[in-house]
């Protein structure tokens, strides 16, 4: 798990002095979730929340499940009222990342609101991307991913929500950009707010270990006075490096000596990547525009008028800020997924835009960033984190119909949202999702169920991953339901077929998989581009009539390979997991969900 562990950036400083860091961040967070809670279905003042929340969407197919989403969440009265929702899709053809998403909802609130929303406070989720890394969030999206907290449950969006709940009271006009896959917590002192009132760009900065630094952005900060640190620091920067190595990050002067701190200051949680003796960096999560900057990129994204190359958010308009800044970034493509010809240019323009513009850190001494965007990391800080149980009040059982679980090691299972026969078994360190488990079920350690509906007998190895999808195919409703090791890289992909044997499945090399499903290896084997070869391009994904014999079919399919027993799927019409989301049926799906919410209301009310 220490791969896991890296994902959050621990720190901390001098909190109140009654308090322990820990405790005082407990509290903290408590009270945004309070707060947010209280404004769940209620009509907020000017002025008391966001005027605007926007999240952005990878396709058309994706904005239609994200407002049908929120349609509903805002039908239950689940989010605050009086707040303008907006989905803003990015347009058809080359993918343009989360700096192109920013830009062109910039360009979609223009066109919405002409002048006005110069006087706006503005949340900018990004969330379009497939989640190929944590597939139980691909047909309905990351920012839509459920949490073990709540009633009704939180997703992702609700969480973004309240720990920003403070936020637009202390904002200046202007974007405060974030993605869906994270979660931030601070405190900071009892009558002090975290402000957006500068000029340019105000970025948020964690303390993190020199490991974390290089996944991430790191801010080389101007000389600092004050000889202790506070939870709260609004700081200058220098300049700001993306994913530098821990040889640049000495080379610009971007690391801290520990000094100042001691065992007592450092907030709890697991700490075995940041010692208490170590060197540290300050990392960056969220940011914000003013209203002058973000008209500055839309201007500059009106005249190029399409982008044809993936830009960073983060990487691209936060390194060009700052009186460091230098150009030599524009040129370096090692943290680039796929390297466009257009792009160097087009971050050189960016540069010389952004040029000059400020960057302020709000430094968050007594702070954690969480990533939860992995399959390891969602099994482990929902079955295992004791940190963020405690911070965020998270539950093994959240709104579910269940039986006894058992804990295992510090371990637990964790149920959302499902009902659950009281003779089926659920080991710990897994997580069941919007599902159904009949009294015959049985399932292994660290596996993720989702929107599944199982009735037959049936043993779910150990690290299964499990996720049913309603599908709309020649106006007729069908299922299918992906199922493979939740280890396994659906984002590796070869470019011939030959090479397909460097793919595996479950542990076990592809090629002997399609052995034993007796399939042929050809280019009709996969979806889409047939020179970007995956497990997510596979076509191998039974197509079925009912929920039940869709989830039953693929866990053949998978037990055959684990037990090197024969299943052939030759009878079947299969589907890769791209085509899935293509096909997907996100009304029934959410009507799924409901059936299983309103039978568990009906229950705990005769309870």
């Excluded at 709890?268 to 170590?278: C, E, P, R, V």
């Excluded at 044997?501 to 581009?529: A, H, I, M, P, Y």
């Excluded at 079947?572 to 996100?586: A, G, N």
Aim: neutral net charge; charged residues 20%.
């Amino acid at each position: 798990m220490r791969a896991v562990r890296r994902g959050l950036r621990e720190g901390g400083a001098m909190a109140a002095a009654r308090d322990p860091p820990e405790v005082s961040l407990r509290e903290a967070t408590q009270r945004k979730l309070r707060r947010f809670s209280e404004l769940r279905g209620k009509l907020v003042a000017p002025g008391e929340f966001w005027d605007i929340v926007a999240i952005t969407a990878a396709d058309e197919k994706q904005e239609l499940a994200y407002n049908q989403q929120l349609s509903e969440k805002l039908k239950r009265k689940e989010l605050p009222l009086g707040v303008q929702y907006h989905v803003f899709v990015d347009p058809a053809g080359a993918k343009i990342g989360n700096g192109g998403s920013t830009l062109c909802a910039l360009q979609c609130l223009e066109k919405l609101y002409g002048d006005k929303w110069n006087s706006f406070t503005i949340l900018l989720i990004h969330s379009g991307g497939y989640s190929q890394r944590l597939p139980n969030a691909s047909a309905l999206g990351k920012i839509f991913t459920a949490l073990p907290l709540g009633n009704p449950i939180y997703q992702m969006l609700e969480l973004k929500l309240a720990m920003y709940i403070d936020f637009p009271l202390n904002m200046n006009p202007g974007i405060l950009v974030t993605c869906a896959d994270d979660i931030e917590l601070y405190s900071i002192g009892e009558f002090e707010f975290i402000r957006f009132d500068k000029p340019g760009f105000t970025a948020l900065a964690h303390p993190s270990s020199l490991t974390i630094g290089t996944t991430h952005g790191v801010f080389v900060l101007d000389p600092f006075d004050d000889l202790k640190h506070r939870d709260l620091e609004y700081r200058s920067c220098h300049r700001f490096l993306h994913k530098p190595s821990i040889e640049k990050m000495y080379q610009f002067n971007a690391v801290c000596r520990p000094g100042n701190f001691c065992q007592q200051d450092f907030a709890g949680g697991d700490i075995a990547d940041l010692k208490l003796d170590s060197d540290y960096v300050y990392t960056d999560s969220l940011f914000y525009m003013d209203h002058k900057s973000a008209k500055m990129l839309l201007a500059f994204y009106e005249k190029i008028g399409t982008l044809s190359c993936e830009i960073d958010a983060y990487g691209d308009f936060l390194q060009a800020l700052g009186p460091g800044a230098t150009v030599e970034y524009t040129r370096n493509s090692s943290n680039v997924i796929k390297e466009e010809s257009e792009l160097v240019e087009m971050r050189q323009r960016i540069f010389h835009l952004l040029k000059g513009t400020s960057l302020n850190v709000v430094v968050l001494n007594n702070s954690k960033f969480y990533h939860i965007g992995t399959t390891e990391e969602y099994l482990f800080y929902f079955t295992s984190d004791n940190s963020l149980k405690s911070e965020l009040g998270l539950q093994s059982i959240t709104f579910s119909i269940f039986p006894d679980i058992p804990e295992c090691s510090g371990k637990t299972s964790c149920i959302i949202q499902s009902i659950l026969d009281s003779r089926c078994s659920v080991a710990p360190g897994s997580v069941v999702e919007y599902s159904r488990l009949g009294p015959d079920v049985s399932v292994g350690e660290n596996c993720i169920i989702s929107g599944s509906y199982i009735l037959t007998k049936a043993a779910l190895p150990a690290h299964s991953f499990v996720c049913s999808l309603s599908l709309k195919m020649n106006r007729c409703l069908k299922y299918a339901t992906m199922a493979f090791g939740v280890q396994d890289n659906l984002k590796k992909s070869v470019k011939t077929l030959s090479d397909i044997k460097l793919l595996q499945f479950f542990g076990v090399c592809f090629l002997s998989c399609l052995d034993v499903w007796n399939l042929k290896v050809t280019e009709e084997l996969f979806s889409g581009n047939k020179t970007c070869l995956s497990l997510w391009t596979a076509r191998i994904f039974p197509v079925c009539s009912s929920l039940s014999d869709s989830v039953t079919t693929s866990l053949k399919m998978l037990n055959a390979v684990k037990n090197k027993s024969a299943f052939s799927l030759n009878s079947y019409k299969l589907l890769s997991i791209e085509e899935m989301l293509v096909y997907k049926d996100v009304e029934n799906m959410i009507t799924y969900r409901e059936q299983i919410f309103l039978e568990i209301s009906l229950k705990s009310s005769l309870i």
